[in-house]
């Protein structure tokens, strides 16, 4: 054997062995190379085909033909097209088909923010949660009406939107209707332990009846620190038997919030929620009230305060009075402002 094919020999030895390795580096960069250049999230619906899983992982891996198609070989190694779970996922920059591949598998989701709070109904209180997680609003309506769920939180004839706290919540979005009951079971119990438990007890009110004239007080106004000179006023009224005749209640009995003008039709109203009509607090939250308004009942201020009106300047605070001469005065002031601005 001549030096020179010898030579040729190990040339090609080094070609063939320098191919193999750039195969084996672009191969290992298919498979376990960064796929995402930025962090993103998808979300896999319950109902969601394989193939529109495929496509969602395809819009996250971008243009990349290879990794495209080692995700796919990885996918079909681990049987994904049966595994794959419905959710929010949320993948990292610089993460691997590989790992994207098992996060869909083990359905290793991450939580979605979920805004309580702002609603006046059960049906808006659904559209709104629907928006936020998968479930569907129909499907939520069904759950909150429920009698046998409802009883097993201690609804039987009341609302339960009165379990319901105002806040931000992490929870998964596959969350079910009842999942999700569960978990505001567990932060209204929490949100009720200690002080505030206490206070409602001394005022000899149960949590539902603090809950629903915490909703009366926040429809009231939304000038935080008003709230307990209002929840006083209410609370004077309900303890000398005087109807709390609050206008909010009267909008919730015509399911009229957008309702400017109150008038003497409109407090004839029957309605067991109408407290021009009816003595003490309605059946039911009028809407799930503010953080704040629930502490202002339970930190009322102490008063001798029967009436308030809203104040002709439109800055959405009160005039309080003791009187009923005093109040007609302040009333008189604020019909006059409307009848300005020709608010009927």
Known sequence: MSKNFTHKIFVYGLYFVGLCAIALIVTYNAFYGSAVKS???VFIEKQASYDEVCDSVQAIIGDSGLKSAAFKFYASHINLDKRYKAGHYSFPKGVSVIRIARILALGEQDPVRLVIGG?????QLAGKISRQIAA???ELVSTLYNKKIRASHGYVRDSIMAMFIPNTYEVYWTTTPEQLLQRMHREYDSFWQGDR???RKGLKMSRYEVMTLASIVYEETKATDEMARVAGVYINRLRKGIPLQADPTVKYALQDFELKRVLRKHLKFKSPHNTYVNRGLPPSPIC???IAAID???NYEKHSYLYFCARPEFDGRHNFARTLSEHNANARA???ALDKLRIK
Request: hydrophobic content about 40%.
């Open 334 to 336: 604020y019909s006059a």
């Open 39 to 41: 962090e993103t999230s």
């Open 197 to 199: 438990d206490a206070k």
């Open 296 to 298: 202002a009942v339970l």
């Open 288 to 290: 799930i009230p503010s």
């Open 136 to 138: 569907d609003s129909a």
């Open 119 to 123: 609603a006046r109904t059960i049906p």
